[in-house]
């Protein structure tokens, strides 16, 4: 990824209340360094289901084993739990979640047309496709049920009414590993494992009407599988956020030209208005003392989102040595992480204009 803005891809105005806040995207730092990679593909991930099911009392006429048998049969014993969420799909969505974040050049394994993890040393690999890692991966979904019959007691006029009713509370949890493998020299370069998880309970009249009501098990696992997908391109690629930065009103003229000239993002001609009420400030009148803090605030903010880090510190570090306000400490904390991010990026070859 070259050439790219880490600080300013761009900027937009929101307002909270009396505060007028700019919207910042940031190019952030991959989380785990893979080094020169420009090239990449992932293989067909191993990943397979485990269901756990457990009636805990019997109503109705059924036997505990009997409800447990026909829980497991109507639900899941048709599928098969290597297939019933394959693998491949779990690696499709990874290869568009890098696509999409633009870091990688990204091959799908089945355009190579052979087996990746028996030939990561293949010269073919190198040589004809120019890949320079691979990703392999693997993992499981598991659905545990707890289902149970109880009674519904309502109150009504005096009266005490009772309902017979199933209840089914479902955890759904997914995890992935996954390696990144440089094809140059064979090892492993990055790996991790991640997961997540999900909880919910339906009520129903029996056993079939609580299960309805359930999301759709293949819907939850689908998701958590694009969650993990996301955080995986977060872990091995830079990738944007974005953050809001408070740019304060004042009292005097200048101050309100400033700011109606930050709203619609004229920030030359803001600067140079925040710069007269410092130079000016002894003439300020008393009600308008503040305004000079204020501007060496957004002086602050302009130079951080112009990448000009060191002068953006200097002005924060003024504001909070004439006020010991502590938000202008923590301003200046914030611009020396984002400079350590820089590096970071950097370290990660990634070419910036500022």
Same mark, same amino acid.
């Given at each position: 990824?070259?050439?790219?803005?880490?600080?300013?891809?761009?900027?937009?105005?929101?307002?909270?209340?009396?505060?007028? @806040?700019?919207?910042? &995207?940031?190019?952030?730092?991959?989380?785990?360094?893979?080094?020169?990679?420009?090239?990449?593909?992932? /293989?067909?991930?191993?990943?397979?289901?485990? +269901?756990?099911?457990?009636?805990?009392?019997?109503?109705?006429?059924?036997?505990?084993?009997? %409800?447990?048998?026909?829980?497991?049969?109507?639900? @899941?014993?048709?599928?098969?739990?290597?297939?019933?969420?394959?693998?491949?799909? *779990?690696?499709?969505?990874?290869?568009?979640?890098?696509?999409?974040?633009?870091?990688?050049?990204?091959?799908?394994?089945?355009?190579?047309?052979?087996?990746?993890?028996?030939?990561?040393?293949?010269?073919?690999?190198?040589?004809?496709?120019? %890949?320079?890692?691979?990703?392999?991966?693997?993992? #499981?979904?598991?659905?545990?049920?707890?289902?149970?019959?109880? =009674?519904?007691?309502?109150?009504?006029?005096?009266?005490?009414?009772?309902?017979?009713?199933?209840?089914?509370? $479902?955890?759904?949890?997914?995890?992935?590993?996954?390696?990144?493998?440089?094809?140059?020299?064979?090892?492993?370069?990055?790996?991790?494992?991640?997961?997540?998880?999900?909880? #919910?309970?339906? *009520?129903?009249?029996?056993?079939?009407?609580? $299960? !309805?009501?359930?999301?759709? +098990?293949?819907?939850?696992?689908?998701?958590?599988?694009?969650?993990?997908?996301?955080?995986?391109?977060?872990?091995?690629?830079?990738?944007?956020?974005?953050?809001?930065?408070? %740019?304060? /009103?004042?009292?005097?003229?200048?101050?309100?030209?400033?700011?109606?000239?930050?709203?619609?993002?004229?920030?030359?001609?803001?600067?140079?208005?925040?710069?007269?009420?410092? !130079?000016?400030?002894?003439?300020?009148?008393?009600?308008? &003392? =503040?305004?000079?803090?204020?501007?060496?605030?957004?002086?602050?903010?302009? @130079?951080?989102?112009?990448?000009?880090?060191?002068?953006?510190? =200097?002005?924060?570090?003024?504001?909070?040595? !004439?006020?010991? &306000?502590? =938000?202008?400490?923590?301003?200046?904390? $914030?611009?020396?992480?984002?400079?350590?991010?820089?590096?970071?990026?950097?370290?990660?070859?990634?070419?910036?204009?500022?």
């Amino acid at each position: 990824m070259k050439n790219l803005l880490f600080l300013i891809l761009s900027i937009t105005i929101s307002f909270s209340g009396c505060a007028t @806040y700019i919207k910042v &995207k940031l190019l952030k730092p991959a989380e785990l360094n893979i080094g020169i990679v420009k090239k990449i593909t992932i /293989d067909d991930f191993q990943f397979r289901g485990r +269901w756990d099911f457990n009636d805990q009392s019997s109503l109705n006429n059924f036997t505990q084993n009997q %409800i447990v048998h026909k829980f497991f049969n109507n639900n @899941y014993n048709s599928y098969d739990p290597l297939k019933a969420f394959p693998g491949k799909t *779990v690696s499709n969505v990874l290869v568009k979640k890098l696509s999409e974040n633009g870091s990688f050049k990204v091959v799908k394994s089945d355009e190579i047309g052979m087996n990746i993890q028996n030939n990561i040393n293949n010269q073919n690999l190198k040589q004809n496709f120019a %890949i320079d890692a691979i990703i392999t991966g693997n993992g #499981e979904y598991s659905i545990s049920d707890r289902g149970q019959w109880f =009674e519904d007691i309502i109150h009504r006029n005096n009266v005490i009414i009772k309902n017979r009713k199933y209840i089914i509370n $479902r955890n759904i949890g997914t995890d992935v590993s996954y390696q990144v493998i440089s094809t140059n020299s064979g090892q492993v370069i990055a790996t991790k494992n991640n997961s997540t998880y999900n909880s #919910e309970k339906a *009520v129903g009249y029996d056993e079939e009407d609580a $299960r !309805r009501k359930l999301k759709s +098990w293949h819907k939850v696992v689908e998701s958590q599988v694009e969650y993990l997908s996301n955080l995986t391109v977060k872990q091995i690629a830079p990738h944007y956020i974005t953050e809001e930065r408070e %740019i304060k /009103d004042g009292k005097s003229y200048l101050m309100k030209n400033a700011f109606e000239y930050a709203k619609r993002e004229f920030w030359d001609d803001a600067k140079r208005d925040w710069e007269d009420v410092i !130079r000016n400030r002894d003439s300020l009148d008393q009600d308008k &003392k =503040e305004d000079a803090i204020f501007a060496m605030y957004d002086l602050g903010v302009y @130079y951080e989102i112009k990448g000009n880090f060191d002068q953006a510190e =200097e002005y924060y570090q003024m504001c909070y040595e !004439r006020t010991r &306000k502590t =938000e202008y400490l923590d301003n200046k904390s $914030r611009v020396e992480k984002r400079k350590s991010e820089v590096n970071k990026l950097r370290n990660q070859n990634i070419e910036t204009k500022n």
